[in-house]
């Protein structure tokens, strides 16, 4: 039988492909990358929970910043102009 901590290993797993599974999947682009945000976590608390502390920080730390990157080319791409007002 199972351990405790299989089923949070899985649960968590199946928690980071379906986050990914979103981001990749998701047309509005804000949600997209707060959904990548979530399966970064995710992806790190399954290193820590793994016993590679290490890996889970160089994780939380390379996928915040491509969170950050990546929201920020998103908003350039989508056309972040703004509407001229009728006066």
Known sequence: MPGEEFFIVLVIGLA?????????LQKNLIRAVIAFAIS???LATLFFILS???AAALELTVGAGLVAV???VAL???G???E???T
Request: hydrophobic share 65%; charged share 15%.
């Open 16 to 24: 980071t492909i379906a986050m990914a599974l979103i981001a990749v």
């Open 40 to 42: 970064s976590v995710c």
């Open 52 to 54: 590679s502390a290490y």
């Open 70 to 72: 990546l929201f920020l």
């Open 76 to 78: 350039i791409l989508a």
């Open 80 to 82: 972040g102009e703004e």
């Open 84 to 86: 001229k007002v009728r």
